[in-house]
């Protein structure tokens, strides 16, 4: 690894039960392998407070949300409540490491309903409209409703569209409206062409690095758990495609990741 290297994950969720036997040991290997910093998106109000026990023992950025696989709880309504009180107090507090509202969005292709999908969704980007903070995305087979939506609320702060899967012209229909695009370790898959010429046609500036960790793990890697530790091999991989230095990525992906969240 390059020392001169510095990367940021922009969505980890090292939170999660499977990192509980190895977080500490994970996050040392992470810095050691520079990985400075890495941002948990929130979930659902069941997991926000561990996570907000992580977030503070290892002091790294995190963002509150409810995602669209947990948008119909019985108890939604209390749900966002509480959410929009954990975003209040959290974005009073100067020492907080917040920095999104998410992970929020639109899955087509998960069983809960459609509909109160996109009410918990449209209440999310409202939320990130009244505490001026970026949405983290979460867009699956809607991109179409998730557009409309972002188009007609018109967030200032935009947002990142995580785990971005999609074509060139898609993909540019985001950045046109200022959001950027969360690349991950599917972009190592040999059968993800369209997301290769995603990255290979669109300027740098469309671009967060991210894992999703422990979700999404390589297809070609021995471990059902994806790890921040791969940020180096999507970094190569994007440099490769764009014909440039890993170091030029490595500097363009910090910067966007830190002017987007305001790290
Ligand atoms: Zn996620």
């Known amino acids: 690894m390059d020392s001169r290297l510095q990367l940021i994950d922009s969505h980890a969720h090292l939170d999660f039960p499977e990192f509980d036997t ?13 990985i400075s910093n ?12 561990n996570q907000l026990k992580v977030v503070e023992q290892f002091s790294c950025f995190f963002g509150l949300g409810i995602h669209p696989w947990y948008s ?13 009180a954990l975003l209040a107090t959290h974005k009073k507090n100067k020492q907080s490491h917040l920095v999104a509202v998410g992970e929020c969005g639109l899955d087509k292709l998960h069983n809960s309903y459609f509909d109160t999908q996109l009410k918990v969704f449209t209440a999310q980007i409202e939320f990130a409209i009244e505490f001026d903070l970026p949405l983290i995305i979460h867009a699956v087979k809607a991109h179409e409703e998730v557009l409309k939506l972002l188009k007609v609320l018109n967030p200032r702060k935009k947002g990142v569209i995580h785990g971005f ?19 991950g370790g599917l972009l190592l898959n040999d059968n993800a062409p369209k997301l290769q010429h995603t990255v290979a046609q669109l300027p740098l500036d469309a671009f967060v690095l991210e894992t999703d960790s422990p979700a999404m793990a390589p297809k070609n890697s021995r471990n059902c758990r994806n790890t921040p530790l791969i940020l180096p091999n999507i970094l190569q991989k994007i440099a490769n495609l764009q014909k440039k230095s890993a170091v030029l990525i490595s500097e363009q992906m910090f910067s966007n990741v830190t002017q987007l969240f305001d790290l």
């Open 38 to 49: 890495f941002i948990v998106p929130g979930v659902s109000a069941t997991h926000w407070q």
């Open 165 to 183: 899967y999609g074509g060139p012209e898609l993909a540019s229909r985001y950045v046109n409206l200022g959001y950027k695009l969360g690349i």
């Open 72 to 84: 119909d709880a019985l108890n939604i309504v209390n749900q966002l409540d509480s959410l929009h």
């Open 22 to 34: 190895d977080r500490a040991e994970l996050i040392v290997e992470m810095q050691q392998a520079g």
